[in-house]
T-cell receptor, first 115, second 117 residues
Framework: DTGVSQNPRHKITKRGQNVTFRCDPISEHNRLYWYRQTLGQGPEFLTYFQNEAQLEKSRLLSDRFSAERPKGSFSTLEIQRTEQGDSAMYLC?????????????FGSGTRLTVV | DQQVKQNSPSLSVQEGRISILNCDYTNSMFDYFLWYKKYPAEGPTFLISISSIKDKNEDGRFTVFLNKSAKHLSLHIVPSQPGDSAVYFCAASLKNAGGTSYGKLTFGQGTILTVHP
């Protein structure tokens, strides 16, 4: 296992289009998190899953955003009707349940550009 | 509401000298603090952490200090090396109702560290 994998690495889309990102966590980790990072800012929490259950969603996650983790393994983050303000780096992380927060491993992210 | 703040956008130091990165927080319920390092085009990598019940944690060249009364923590890197040049993020976590840390992190804005040879 080589860590948390995110695909695609880069995505350029036209405003109004839908996009979907995928995250494959470390296999033994049952917690999965999505963060968004814009230029000059730190990562901002979007949502997290424990197994297939989505346990928390940030106010940042508008109704155009939806995240799933159907079998408790990989996760997808979909953005509908993209806006220029959605341009950001989308980071996924995973951790073992009950593990210390330093067990938290990030992927390399998906950079979204909305034109 | 920025609950974790890193007020210095950048820091430049000479190789071999000490780098001190600072972080302030406002939420006294944070129970764990972490520092992450981030290179361009990569995700953040965990560096060092400290529990709210301690005031110092050391790991090799890296030491984190926590001053709870001031709601302030700092990361010391001694000696600094050119390979330490990166963006450093301070982050904090809360305990959930069950008393365990559930992993949602609140990050500061980051400090760009440049170590000159």
């Amino acid at each position: 296992d080589t860590g948390v994998s995110q695909n695609p690495r880069h995505k350029i889309t036209k405003r109004g289009q839908n996009v979907t990102f995928r995250c494959d966590p470390i296999s033994e980790h049952n917690r999965l998190y999505w963060y968004r990072q814009t230029l000059g800012q730190g990562p901002e929490f979007l949502t997290y899953f424990q197994n297939e259950a989505q346990l928390e969603k940030s106010r940042l996650l508008s109704d155009r955003f939806s995240a799933e983790r159907p079998k408790g393994s990989f996760s997808t983050l979909e953005i509908q009707r993209t806006e220029q303000g959605d341009s950001a780096m989308y980071l996924c992380a995973s951790s073992p349940q009950g593990g210390k927060v330093y067990g938290y491993t990030f992927g390399s992210g998906t950079r979204l550009t909305v034109v | 509401d920025q609950q974790v703040k890193q007020n210095s956008p950048s820091l430049s130091v000479q190789e071999g000298r000490i780098s001190i990165l600072n972080c302030d927080y406002t939420n006294s319920m944070f129970d764990y603090f972490l520092w992450y390092k981030k290179y361009p085009a990569e995700g953040p990598t965990f560096l060092i952490s400290i529990s709210s019940i301690k005031d110092k944690n050391e790991d090799g060249r890296f030491t984190v200090f926590l001053n709870k009364s001031a709601k302030h923590l700092s990361l010391h890197i001694v000696p600094s090396q050119p390979g330490d040049s990166a963006v450093y993020f301070c982050a904090a976590s809360l305990k959930n109702a069950g008393g365990t840390s559930y992993g949602k992190l609140t990050f500061g804005q980051g400090t760009i560290l440049t170590v000159h040879p």
